[in-house]
Each structure stands twice: as C-alpha cells, then as structure tokens.
C-alpha cells in the first residue's frame, strides 16, 4: 500500500520537481554568466595598462 502511494506522487510530482530543478539550475548558470562577464570586463584585467 506504502509502495502504490510512494509510485503515485513520483509520477504526479516527477515532471514538476524536474522542471523546477532546470529553472534553478538554469538561474545559477545565468548568474555566472553574468559574473564570467564581469569579471573579464574589469578595468584592473586590462593588459594595455600594465605597459606589457
């Protein structure tokens, strides 16, 4: 009886909890999208300045 329950709310809350794993996921990789690109357009990551 345990089992038929525990298989019921996979397969009704499968498809949901998957989808809220992707937007969460897809959430941080867009925050190291933006901290990637931060990063490399630092004024102090400029090589022109250094006189190289």
Avoid: K, N
């Amino acid at each position: 009886m345990r089992d038929q329950y525990d298989a019921r709310l996979w397969t009704d809350h499968h498809r949901e909890a998957s989808a809220g794993i992707d937007r969460l996921i897809a959430r941080i990789m867009q925050a190291f999208r933006v901290l990637h690109s931060i990063h490399w357009s630092a004024p102090w990551s400029d090589d022109s300045r250094c006189g190289a």
